[in-house]
């Protein structure tokens, strides 16, 4: 069944008086439940997408359905995890997350929240600094705290823009599994809209990778990725047809800056 | 290792001695200029009145060199100990020239410049007229200010929040704003009922419009990250402006709030100059006109340690609001 569906949208940021072109004419259908990366050159618009789908910005043209009805502005079916700053610098840890939950409007006692606050904070690997503020957290950190507040509100949707990319790379493999696990738990699976830079990482999450072209240019491909779940990182990697795919994407992203570079 | 702790076992040098001493001048600076102003203090000038305050001068010297070694030995950073100590140096070299000025050397006329001890003594026995006049200032500067705080700071969330709105409301602050408040004096008095609805309107006036144009800008441009994260969380416009717009912006709320008091502080003593029977600018005012300047002198004083006082708590509230930005 189709969650999310982008039907030829466009999108222009507008500067002083020009507007700049930054999407064209995408298209693009999320199943639900289905786990989605989208990888790009830098500046290609991978935010913007993100921006669009949170519904921060509306498109100029085209339009965004959820669940077959038009979105209006943001929704808290949608969780987000930004590239950068996401955490209100004058409230803890802690306060960032339940002020999140807060939000949702689910009646709670102050008891639950903290429980459930805490049992996220533990699951990111943060249950000793959660009355710390933003600013004496480093930025691995503080992005793990933003991605605990986007588990613990526990949306049908997640939309996560380079969340694991400032977080060292024990802490990233546990992540990853973290946000699989809580993809594949409870009673509908979460559909995940992700952007990385990260090939392996793309490999290992996603049903489908979709490649994106320079600014404006669009979607260049989409590949489903059809290795067996759980995937085993240790293993998965040691395969001829993971190398083979790594390739295939390292080709397909080179080739825009092989281009890029002849022009 | 052995011999540095050999070394620092060891007893002074005299030349270590004399290094420790002086490299830091200050000190022997502070101690020196208070023992000199004892000194002064205890000598016959040209002036009688000199002599017979002379004991309440030397009380005054001997506090401030009290409450400076009192912070020295109770802080530890080297650098505030230095500076509490030039401090104090420039407190007793005012105090000397002061002395110097009217006593000693008699270049003032005596009427208009008393001598410090004369003002020390005054500043005692006025004592209990300054608590009865600073409660009845406070009353003013409380009212209006508290006012001026509660009425502009969510006015200008909204308005600063609602773009529309801002536009239309900007133009008319850029002409208001600037108004130098005191205009407003006269008017108040005739337009309002009792002299003390009029104060209290003019030290609104003084402080709202810095704590308005400092919230208005402040939330106008507010970091669209910070609104983003919220809009993503999806927060009524109530929590948006409460609960984000408002902490997010406290550096500048505080600034605008700072200004806006210093500012109704000033037109509080100029509106009771004007028409007040009682308060601190009255009080200056008042003996002034009797001539009474010891009255006059101490007065003036007393209103600076008022101030000091306000700015020192303002400044506590303030780190404390803050205290995440560390
Ligand atoms: N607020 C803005 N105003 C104007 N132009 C913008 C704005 N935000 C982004 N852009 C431009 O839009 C283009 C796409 O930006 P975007 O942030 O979506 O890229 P991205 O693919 O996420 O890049 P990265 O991988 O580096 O995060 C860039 O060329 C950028 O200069
Ligand atoms: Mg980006």
New interface residues.
């Given amino acids: 069944m189709e969650k999310i569906r982008l039907d030829n949208i466009s999108f222009a940021y507008a500067q002083q008086k020009v507007m700049i072109p930054v999407i064209r004419e995408v298209t693009l259908s999320v199943k639900a439940g289905e786990f989605v990366t989208i990888i790009g050159p830098s500046g290609c618009g991978k935010s913007t997408i993100l921006?669009l789908l949170?519904?921060?910005n509306t498109p100029s043209d085209g339009s965004i359905r959820i669940d077959g009805e038009a979105i209006r502005?943001?929704?808290?079916e949608?969780?987000?995890v930004?590239q950068?700053?996401?955490?209100?610098?004058?409230?803890s840890a802690r306060k960032n997350i339940i002020?999140?939950l807060r939000?949702l409007k689910k009646r709670k006692s102050h008891k639950e929240l903290a429980e459930i606050t805490d049992h996220y904070l533990s699951l990111v690997g943060l249950h000793d600094v959660g009355d710390k503020?933003p600013?004496q957290l480093s930025g691995g950190m503080q992005q793990r705290v933003a991605i605990a507040r986007a588990f613990a509100?526990d949306s049908e949707i997640l939309l996560m823009d380079e969340p694991f990319s400032a977080v060292d790379a024990k802490n990233k493999m546990g992540l990853q599994e973290l946000l699989l696990n809580l993809w594949n738990s409870g009673a509908q699976k979460k559909t995940v809209v992700f952007i990385t830079h990260d090939v392996d990482e793309a490999i290992l999450l996603s049903d489908r990778i979709v490649i994106m072209s320079a600014c404006t240019k669009g979607i260049k491909e989409i590949i489903p990725v059809h290795f067996k779940r759980p995937r085993n990182r240790a293993t998965l990697i040691k395969t001829p047809e993971y190398a083979a795919m790594r390739h295939m994407l390292i080709n397909s992203l080179f080739d825009d800056l092989i281009e890029e570079v002849a022009v | 290792m052995n011999t540095l702790c050999r070394a620092a076992k060891a007893p002074d040098t005299p030349q270590k001695w004399f290094r420790k001493i002086a490299l830091r001048p200050q000190i022997r600076l502070a101690d020196i200029l208070f023992i000199s102003a004892m000194v002064l203090a205890s000598l016959p000038g040209q002036r009688t009145t000199a002599f017979e305050f002379r004991g309440y001068l030397m009380a005054l010297l001997v506090l401030i060199e009290l409450i400076h070694q009192l912070y020295r030995t109770l802080h530890k950073n080297p650098v505030k100990k230095r500076s509490a100590g030039d401090i104090s140096a420039v407190l007793f070299l005012g105090i000397m020239a002061w002395e110097l000025m009217t006593s000693h050397f008699d270049l003032l006329q005596h009427l208009l410049f008393p001598v410090p001890g004369k003002v020390v003594a005054v500043f005692i026995a006025e004592l209990p007229v300054f608590a009865h006049c600073l409660v009845s200032s406070l009353g003013l500067l409380g009212a209006g200010y508290l006012l001026a705080l509660v009425t502009a700071i969510p006015l200008a969330l909204v308005i600063g929040w609602r773009k529309r709105l801002f536009a239309a409301v900007n133009p008319l602050t850029k002409v208001l704003g600037p108004i130098p408040p005191i205009v407003y004096i006269p008017y108040a008095i005739v337009i309002l009922p009792t002299f003390k609805c009029a104060s209290i309107f003019i030290i609104f006036i003084g402080a709202f419009w810095p704590i308005f144009i400092g919230t208005l800008n402040a939330t106008f441009n507010v970091d669209q990250?910070?609104i983003?994260?919220?809009?993503?969380?999806?927060?009524p416009e109530r929590?948006m402006l409460f609960?984000?717009i408002l902490?997010?912006i406290?550096p500048a709320i505080i600034s605008g709030a700072t200004l806006g008091l210093v500012f109704s502080f000033i037109l509080l003593t100029a509106a009771e100059m004007i028409g007040a029977s009682s308060g601190l600018g009255w009080y200056v005012k008042y003996f002034s006109d009797f001539a009474d300047y010891p009255r006059v002198v101490a007065g003036i004083l007393f209103i600076g340690c008022v101030v000091t006082a306000i700015t020192g708590c303002f400044e506590c509230i303030e780190r404390r609001l803050l205290s995440?930005?560390s």
Avoid: C
């Fill in positions: 921006s949170a519904g921060l502005g943001t929704g808290s949608r969780g987000v930004f950068h700053y996401s955490l209100f610098p004058w409230m002020f999140g939000q503020y600013n509100m | 990250r910070l983003d994260s919220a809009r993503v969380l999806n927060v929590t609960e984000i902490p997010g406290m995440w930005k």
